[in-house]
């Protein structure tokens, strides 16, 4: 049974995880510590090794080499239900809604409330307005809406609740406000706050700098596959993060391995 955590213990703990494809080393070693009621923003230029670690902890791509802790005990996360269960979601930048169907039918696809051998729509439609109401969402007119007809930011919180309907202890955001406006950014990034005020651990990864000092409580930077930095936002500027981004500056014991990091799947 998994122990009750603090928000000084760690949800998720991963030590000196390694991934390979072929000869490229993408990522060499990584440590990182994610809080329950945190967000921790992950944050690298393209290539650092962002999505190979996020589909690491998704089950998508286990790594290789190192250990995965949750709740403080090894676990093999080798499969994207193996991730699931342990309450861990990823919301990708795509979203991965259906256009023609609506808000209660995207968060319910693929594991739809039955009653005697059909969709209890009653039941669904009550729980999906109940995950909005408890985020404090009060954009959407109706659950019944189809997906078509909202906007980014509404497209963006249906994604975010439907992982909320989960129970997701962990909820991962794959560049949720990239492509929004002004007032829709500030939509998301209102509801990602939420979130952690819920207890739910958030990594969020951005290239947004604006976005992240605005919201994180912690900053992990990736450089050629390896952390140079996790530390808490209020003890770091924009100006020290762009320098671990770029690999101009480096926190103290940190050594940076200059080995090939070839960009062989885009953002790797």
Known sequence: MSQTLT?????IELIGVKKSFGPVNVLKG?????????????VGDNGAGKSTLIKGLAGVQPYDEGEVRIDGEHRDLHSPRAAAELGIEVVYQDLALCDNLDIVQNMFLGR???????????????????TLRSLSVRTVKSVRQKVSSLSGGQRQTVAIARAVLKKARVVILDEPTAALGVAQTEQVLNLVRRLSDQGVAVILISHNLADVF???????????????????????????VVGYITGT?????VDIIETSSINTEGDV
Do not use: H
């Open 112 to 130: 739809e409330e039955l009653s005697f051998g059909t969709f209890d729509e009653g039941v669904m439609e009550r729980e999906a307005s109940d």
């Open 214 to 240: 605005a919201v994180a409580d912690d900053i992990a930077v990736l450089y050629l596959g390896q952390m140079v930095a996790q530390v808490p936002t209020s003890e770091t500027t924009r100006d020290d």
């Open 7 to 11: 928000a000084t213990e760690p949800i």
């Open 30 to 42: 990584v440590d990182l510590k994610v809080y329950p009621g945190k967000v921790t923003a992950l």
């Open 249 to 253: 500056k480096t926190m103290e014991g």
